[in-house]
């Protein structure tokens, strides 16, 4: 079984209903919370979009440069789900040559090569699509509805990286699949997270989604409340701290 998908499997067979994923945007007061269950749906049909689309399979790179958001975490576990490998998370336009697919942010569109298989999400609220087609740019939110809602875990996994935003990691430096799944869990451990736990993670508008930060609550169990921030000092996180619940801040 592909260890990555064995951190989403096991909170959907412990408790499907319960929230997995809230996700806040401080700018445009956006709210999605999503189910452990609703969270495997989007799973599925984008690891099937990325198969059927893009020819995604073991060992494919993908380059996925996108800002801290719900989708994000689905896009990420989509690849993992059909043996993709995440190529240090670059960001545009650095290292796009060396990738299958780009996955890119509507507003960042224009530093993605013609030449260049590009998936673009405009991030906006109600899941709308992209403001305008693009030529050789398949919409996110226009076909994801579309695809199936299974999809198993490919056994064949290639290497991955969990690098920073710019940098990348040669072959020998890349995980495993078990790798990332361990160091997951290692650094949830180190933090003491159960899955009795409410992590509340803040980030700053217009950085890079990291996946060892969004995931470690993922395998310990736990829930994740994530706030993109609009500016420093927001009073926020402290209103939602009390009305998530939330039990952890990291």
Not at 46 to 75: K, Y
Not at 213 to 238: F, I, N
Request: with cysteine; aromatic share 4%; net charge negative.
């Amino acid at each position: 079984m592909n260890p990555l998908h064995e951190l989403l499997a096991d909170v959907v067979r412990r408790s499907p209903g319960s929230p997995l994923i809230t996700y806040y945007d401080d700018g445009t007061g956006e709210r999605v919370e999503l189910s452990g269950a609703t969270t495997e749906n989007w799973v599925a049909k984008t690891a099937n979009l990325l198969q059927e689309e893009f020819g995604v399979g073991p060992g494919s790179p993908v380059a996925v440069a996108l800002p801290p958001h719900w989708q994000t975490v689905v896009l990420w576990l989509a690849v993992w789900r059909v043996g993709g490998c995440l190529t240090g998370l670059p960001s545009l336009p650095a290292g796009q040559e060396q990738a299958d697919l780009v996955v890119v942010a509507e507003a960042h569109l224009d530093a993605v090569a013609e030449s260049t298989p590009c998936l673009a999400l405009s991030l906006a609220p109600m899941g709308r699509g992209l403001s305008s087609l693009v030529p050789g740019v398949v919409d996110y939110a226009a076909e994801v509805a579309g695809f199936g809602d299974r999809c198993p875990p490919n056994d064949s996994a290639g290497l991955t990286a969990l690098t920073g935003p710019g940098q990348r990691s040669p072959a020998s430096d890349s995980l495993s699949y078990d790798q990332v799944a361990d160091t997951l869990r290692e650094r949830a451990e180190s933090l003491l997270l159960s899955s009795q736990d409410r992590v509340l993670i803040a980030v700053p508008a217009g950085t890079t989604a990291e996946p060892v930060e969004l995931l470690t609550p993922l395998a310990a169990g736990a829930s994740l409340v994530l706030l993109l921030r609009a500016a420093e000092g927001s009073d926020r996180e402290q209103r939602l701290t009390a009305e998530e619940r939330v039990t952890r801040r990291l």
